[in-house]
Every structure is written in structure tokens, then in C-alpha cells.
């Protein structure tokens, strides 16, 4: 199971990369830019959280492979640009698959280190949802999950059911699986619905509400 | 007195959490968006401190009531908005006190592992206004406090008094007040003079001058 | 000749400084957010590489002496303006020498600790131009290097041929000189020819191409 969760994280890595060197092609960013913004947008999210809980150095040091993966995901894109636009619902899968398996492997790491488990889910969200944070900051735009789609959410909820399910007799293979098929239908729902948070400054005050 | 410091630190920490929920709510950020914008303008300064200093993990990785404290701060700023914006005042008083609290707790924390008193006065300051820096480049603005107001002056002034007055018999707890009704004076007094700082073009060259 | 990379370490902190000044006037910022602005462009770089190899706490903290350069670099900038504004092609030159020795001194770094060849390489550029990439994000603008010039290119290639020296007989001093002058040209040469990156979305798919 290790074993297939490294490759999932390898996969996400380079389904991100992908998703920041298209952000770069939109903003008509050179080459180096897209490779930057790429980069950030794979491996932000976990950077971030290993400076947060003190794991040193960051993961991605130690282990050139995230950044094949990162290069790969940007040479395919500059090759086969119009393909990857083509593929956007493909990407959208293999995202949310990123997303969950950077949930847990954040839960998991912050857990090792006897984190209180309501940090260790936020670590967890971090590591998934921080690389996108980044790039939108990079190309001046405020974070698209600040203001669009339950995706932040789904990956809290999906790390509070991964260490509920840690405390029951499930075997840790099970865990997985559930955990990543939560933040998916979670996700899914939420975009097939339009199912939205609320703001601050709504008259209704409803923490959900749909969105346009 | 630790005591006391330890709880201004709490309370300073749910202000500066209202303070960025409210930046959330002119953005039209959705909750989460404006959590996690108080969560950074709350934490951020001395996480960037502690990540600078080598103090690892950072400071609310250990302990979840900051989380807590947060959370109330946004929680209470969604429930009554309309009567967070007419305190206005009080919050101002609180915010003035979290700085100075943030101020003295960060020269502290620096000068326990030996570095140098203008880096540790640096690192007083940076706990004090780097929450807000990131807020503001969260949301796609140039940060308020490298334009506006005696803000980070009035920290520096304040740190370096109290390193000052640490090398002479005065007691600790009369140090902390001292130091704290200094930046409160220094940052009112500017306010209500409206004192602010000369730019690098200035014809004039001086190093204050009076702000619009 | 380390004598002569310190020196030239802070040389290139009192350059990169001017540059953050400079920057700051064009924004309108005071003296604070320029003094700011300057501390960012010049150890933002090295700052992130320290954090992100673990090398803690980060090189300024326990230096006082890059602080004071930064301070004289932004006085000179506040105190001289209109001759400041004249040495544009001096400054260049410093700048130029600035990033090289950032780079050999980040790829250093890295080697020391038995980071991976690449890895060090990156940690090498990271460290010459993250300091400009911050400081372009904290004035709300996309950071220069994503779009336009050879720059970080220039980095990584010349990173790469420094790596590749030490495996030679070469002495250490001439693989500093080999290596400095190596990506002063790249740099010179890209901006007289006018050779930037291909951009993703490019029809021709071509890996340089003429700027404009």
C-alpha cells in the first residue's frame, strides 16, 4: 500500500505540474516562468507543511524523482498543448486523486510526530490545497479556493475520517480507499450541485449556499 | 507576568483574526477563504519568525488553542458583523495591544537563542506585522504598512526600549508595560498627528513628514 | 578566495538592496516598506534556500553584517536618488556579478550537505534570484523572471558548470572566475541578441526566441 501511494504522490505531482503550467500558458509566462509556477503548484503544498511541523530538509530535497515528475508534466504540456486542454475532465480525476492522496500522506506525517490530530488534519489540507495558493499568488490573482468550491473542505473532512478510521479494526489498505473515494464524492457533489460556502458579510448567514 | 503575556498573546491572536476575517468580507471571500485569511494574519508573523530563528516546529503546530482562538475570531465576526464593524475603536485598542504583545514576545523568543538585539528587535517586529503583509498579498494588495502609518517604527522603537531596559534593574513586568503603553502612544500619537514616513523620492528628503 | 566570495556576498546584498529601493520608489512605498522591500530582494534568495535544505537558523540571522548593508544600501538609494538613477549600468554589472556569486554560493551550500546535483543547481539559482521574485510579489506584480531575459537560465547553466568544474583538477579560485564570467555573458549576450524562452501556447514550439 506504501508502495502505491508513492506512486499515486508521483502521479499527483505531475497531474500539478501540469495544472501550473497551464496557469503559466494563460498568463504568457516563458518557459522558465511555466517550470516555476509548475513546480510551486506540485510541491508548495508540501513544502509548506514540512517547514510548518519542522521536517527538515523538505521532502522533495532528497528525492530528485518530484522533479522529473515536474519537468515531465511541463514538456508534455508545451508539446501537447492542445491534447491537454482536450483532457480537462481526465485531469479533473487524476486531480482529486492528488488531492486526497496529498491529504493523507500530510495527516500521516503530521501524525508521526504526535501532532494533535485537529493540527494534523489542517496539515493535511495544507499539503493538497497550499501548491495551488502559491501559484495564484505568483500570477496576481487572489486563491481560487478562497472564493469558489467545497475543495479545501473535502480534504478536512476527508482527514478527519482517515483518523477516525485509524482508531476502528479497518485495515489501513481500507482506510485509504475510503478516505479517497470521500473527497472525491465530496468534490464531485459539490461541483455537480453548485454547493458553495457562505461569506461573511451574507444577510442569510448559511455556512452552504449555492453558487452561480 | 508570563501568565499575563501568555493570555494577550490569545487575545491579540483572536483580534488579529477578526481583523482578517473582515479583510475576507471586503474581498468577498467565501469561509473558508476568510478562515484561512485570519488564520495567516493571526499566525503568520511568528511563524515566519520562528521558520527564520530555527525554532521548529513553529509555535501553533504544539499547541491548538491558537487554532481555537481563531476560530472564535472568525466565528463571532460571521455571526455579528454589523456590530464588529461599529466597535471599530475597542478593536483598535486590542490590535495596538496584540502588536505590542507580538512585539515583546518575538525580541523575547529571539534573544533566548542568543542572536544579536538589532536582529532579535527585527524579529520582535517581524511577529508583529508579517501577519498583516501576508494578509494583504493573500487578497492582491500592496501591504498598508509599507505606505501608511508609523506601524513597524513604533514596534522597532518599542523592542529596542525593552531590550534596553532589560540590561537595567527595572523588574520585568515593569519592562512589559512600559514597552507595551510606548508603541500604543507612538502608533496614536501618529494617528492622530498623522505622522508618517518620507519615500526614497521625496524632493525634501526628511525622514517623516505629515500623510494625507 | 572565500575571503573574496564574503566580500563579494556582500557587495552583491548592498546591490540588490539599491535594487529594492529602487523598486519601492516607483511604488510609491515609504521608507519602511522600502527599507522592507530592500531586506526581501537581497536575502530573500538564500533565505528560502536555508529553510528548504534545512541549514537553520537562516545565514542573516546570526550575521548582523548583511543587515547593515541592506541599511547603507537603501540610504544611499534614500540620500542619492538622481545619481543612483544615473549608474543604472554600473549597478547592472554589480547585479550581474551579484547573481553569480549567490549561485556559487547556494550551490555550496547544498553540495555540503549531499544534496543531489541537480537539486544543488536549483538551490544555486533559488538562492540568485528568489529574492526578485518575493519582492516583485509584494508590489503586486508578476515576478520579471517568469517572462522576460535569460536570467535564471543563466543561473542554472552556470550552477551546472561549476558542479562540473570541481569534478576536475581546476582549482577552486578559477572555477569561481570561470563560472562568474560564465553566466555574465549568457546574461550579456541574451540581452544584446534579445534571446528570451518560448512560452507554452507558442505555435512554433521553439525553446528560445527573439524578445521584443
Do not use: H
Not at 493535511?124 to 487572489?142: T, W, Y
Not at 472564493?147 to 478536512?156: F, G, N, P, Q, T
Not at 468534490?187 to 455556512?207: P, Q
Request: aromatic share 10%; with cysteine.
Amino acid at each position: 500500500m506504501d508502495d502505491i501511494l508513492s506512486i499515486l504522490d508521483i502521479v499527483g505531482t505531475f497531474v500539478f505540474a501540469i495544472s501550473g503550467a497551464m496557469a503559466a500558458s494563460s498568463k504568457k509566462l516563458d518557459l522558465f516562468g511555466a517550470t516555476f509556477l509548475a513546480f510551486v503548484t506540485a510541491v508548495g503544498g508540501g513544502t509548506v507543511r514540512d517547514l510548518l511541523i519542522g521536517s527538515s530538509p523538505v521532502g522533495w530535497i532528497l528525492d530528485a524523482s518530484y522533479l522529473y515528475a515536474i519537468i515531465a508534466g511541463v514538456a508534455i504540456t508545451f508539446l501537447f498543448t492542445p491534447i491537454i486542454r482536450k483532457l480537462r475532465k481526465t485531469l479533473f480525476l487524476f486531480d482529486t486523486i492528488g488531492i486526497s492522496v496529498f491529504t493523507i500522506l500530510g495527516v500521516e506525517k503530521a501524525l508521526i510526530i504526535d501532532i494533535e490530530p485537529a493540527i494534523a488534519i489542517m496539515m493535511g489540507m495544507f499539503s493538497a490545497v497550499l501548491g495551488g495558493v502559491i501559484r495564484d499568488i505568483l500570477v496576481n490573482e487572489i486563491p481560487l479556493i478562497f472564493r469558489k468550491e467545497i475543495y479545501a473542505i473535502a480534504c478536512l473532512l476527508g482527514g478527519g475520517l482517515f483518523i477516525l478510521l485509524q482508531s476502528t479494526p479497518i485495515r489501513f489498505e481500507l482506510n485509504v480507499i475510503i478516505t479517497v473515494c470521500t473527497i472525491m464524492i465530496i468534490r464531485i457533489v459539490a461541483i455537480k450541485f453548485k454547493i458553495g460556502l457562505g461569506g461573511i458579510d451574507d444577510e442569510d448567514k448559511s455556512f452552504f449556499k449555492r453558487t452561480k
